[in-house]
């Protein structure tokens, strides 16, 4: 009887702690684990009552919002960590389901390579496991590396190589030199053989966008110019981004293809960040990420003047511009503390704003770089290399382009996206309409649409800047002229 109230005793204070904690203490408005904003309370209305949306919202407002949920998930993480499962007897370990490695297109590999693929003499003894997001994380101790495993096939690049050469037919008449930079993602190069089966090889959507970008759009190739300095901190291990001295060896070759000059690293000053954690913890979910800090290392130019201006965006919780700042000067790059999850801000202080950098390198070439995230190391490197630097990034991006190009005098202008937004119809289309959207635009895709295969792209007209206060009829793509792809489109890549 005893034994009976005892229990009775342990339950009734497990609920009321529970209660207390879960009711009563404050509750949590950003996840640092996640790097994001926690859902916010919904505002109650009869209508969404009624629809049962109000119950919905709360339910995920409540479970979202726990308190201590970091706490809990790192702890969930640690016994996650202990309980993985080895497949096959090797060092594959998993943590949740290996996802599939879909293939986005045929799987036919492009008529004509332009190299051969990386064979990886790096981490290829180096131990493996499978995290949740389609991560993969390699090694051990201090040297544990969390990789982004890739899903497309050669073909996934058409998109791009017609958007690419739509841009050359469209601004060649204004004396603009088009490049085409797609960058690999560091499981090119990291993932063990033994993890080869869940991830595509990517050398082979970038032979098949330089064989089909046409005679007219440069090359650029980073995927050599990465491969052969594979053995150096040319990607971060905790971040799903490369490092600045990878960005610094893709700038040398695109310096090269574009003739103009390019200072070496003794030009720059070094400039380390400490226990340095980034994006991988948030995706993976495996604490042995956040477990290996390592030094996020940037460089600053020397021996080159410039200044830099900012035309700022505002955007709403689900990353949508909603508001156009003014231009004003900054400073190029931002400075982090030791520690600080967020040092991939040094570059222009992130992604959502217009960049112009005027620079103390003689001539009139100036350079247009149009990007995703891993474009933003790689602008600093070519401050000696053109009197002036533009810096757009293709989702926030609320002007017209051409008529953009036209008014800064832009000559050069160069694509550099990582190989998830190479392999995406929907990238594509986006900076397709960049050419003839009315100044102030900011076009949105629909999270409704549905997967299909993309249209031709080179059945578009061509683009034509539309006068002042007019919108051309290709300036808003609609469902019926974007497609979705089964790799989508990573906000923060």
Not at 82 to 88: G, H, I, P, T, W
Not at 139 to 146: E, F, K, L
Not at 329 to 346: C, E, L, N, Q, V
Not at 406 to 422: A, K, P, R, S, Y
Request: glycine content about 8%.
């Amino acid at each position: 009887m005893k034994a009976n109230h005892l229990y009775i005793a342990l339950m009734a204070i497990a609920l009321v702690a529970g209660t207390v904690v879960f009711d009563f203490l404050p509750r949590p408005t950003f996840s640092p684990l996640e790097r994001r904003e926690l859902a916010q309370r919904p505002a109650f209305t009869w209508k969404k009552l009624l629809g049962g949306h109000y119950t919905e919202e709360l339910g995920h407002w409540f479970s979202d919002t726990q308190p201590f949920r970091d706490e809990l998930m790192a702890a969930s993480m640690v016994i996650k960590d202990v309980c993985a499962l080895s497949l096959d007897g090797e060092n594959i370990k998993l943590h949740g389901a290996a996802p599939v490695a879909m293939a986005t297109d045929d799987e036919e590999e492009p008529e004509d390579s332009v190299a051969k693929p990386y064979h990886n003499d790096v981490t290829a003894d180096e131990m493996a496991k499978m995290a949740d997001a389609g991560v993969i994380v390699v090694g051990s101790g201090d040297h544990v590396r969390a990789l982004m495993a890739y899903g497309g096939s050669a073909k996934s690049g058409r998109s791009f190589a017609r958007m690419c050469r739509r841009f050359q037919q469209s601004l060649a008449p204004m004396g603009v030199q088009v490049y085409a930079m797609p960058v690999p993602l560091a499981s090119e190069f990291y993932t063990p053989d033994k993890a080869l089966g869940f991830t595509r090889p990517q050398r082979p959507v970038i032979d098949y966008i330089f064989a089909n970008v046409g005679d007219t759009v440069k090359a650029v190739d980073a995927y050599q110019a990465l491969a052969e300095h594979a053995n150096e901190d040319i990607y971060l291990r905790t971040d799903h981004h490369w490092a600045h001295l990878g960005a610094y060896y893709a700038a040398a070759q695109f310096a090269r293809v574009a003739g103009v000059p390019f200072r070496g690293l003794d030009h720059y000053d070094r400039h380390v960040i400490h226990r340095f954690v980034g994006t991988m913890y948030g995706y993976s979910k495996d604490i042995a990420v956040k477990n290996a800090p390592e030094d996020f290392v940037y460089y600053t130019p020397r021996d080159v003047t410039y200044d830099t201006w900012f035309t700022p965006y505002s955007v709403d919780r689900e990353m949508h511009v909603v508001g156009v700042g003014r231009r004003a000067k900054g400073p190029y790059f931002s400075r982090f503390k030791d520690g600080s999850g967020m040092a991939y801000f040094t570059y222009m202080g992130g992604d959502m704003k217009i960049t112009e950098v005027h620079t103390s390198t003689p001539g009139r070439r100036h350079l247009l770089i149009i990007k995703d995230s891993y474009g933003n190391a790689i602008p600093s490197f070519l401050f000696g290399s053109f009197s002036e630097v533009h810096v757009v990034d293709f989702r926030y991006c609320h002007r017209n382009l051409t008529r953009y190009v036209g008014e800064h005098g832009i000559t050069d202008l160069l694509f550099c996206f990582n190989t998830f937004n190479v392999s995406s119809s929907h990238v594509a289309h986006r900076c397709l309409a960049l050419l003839t959207q009315k100044d102030g635009s900011v076009h949105h895709v629909p999270d409704s649409l549905q997967q299909r295969r993309t249209e031709d792209v080179d059945s578009m007209p061509a683009a034509k800047a539309p006068a002042q206060g007019e919108i051309s009829p290709e300036a808003t793509p609609t469902g019926d002229d974007l497609s979705t792809d089964s790799l989508g489109e990573n906000p923060s890549m």
